[in-house]
């Protein structure tokens, strides 16, 4: 199933969103090269893996405490959040 999916929205919870990486995600969910060579496999039989699309929600943090300003400006401004989830699955839009 994951062989046919272009982007990923991860969600995972980080304490300091800022060092958490793309090299992170993949560590977490066993997608490092030396996990799937084990499994026969490249990153390149993984769509969003090999165009690096693993997007997450917390960009804005709070500088103080690295705390996520999803949940606080998400739902007043939905708008740029539906306008950036487009952006992220397709990207010629910025065109």
Partial sequence: ML????VVIDETYAYSPSSYTFETFKANYGLTDDDLANASETSADYPFLASSR???TDKRTS???????WMESS???ADE??????????PQLKD
């Fill in 3 to 6: 062989k046919t999916i272009d």
């Fill in 75 to 77: 739902l007043p401004h």
């Fill in 54 to 56: 693993v997007y997450r």
């Fill in 63 to 69: 500088p103080a405490n690295g705390g996520s300003d």
């Fill in 81 to 90: 959040a539906l306008l950036d989830f487009a952006l992220a699955i397709v």
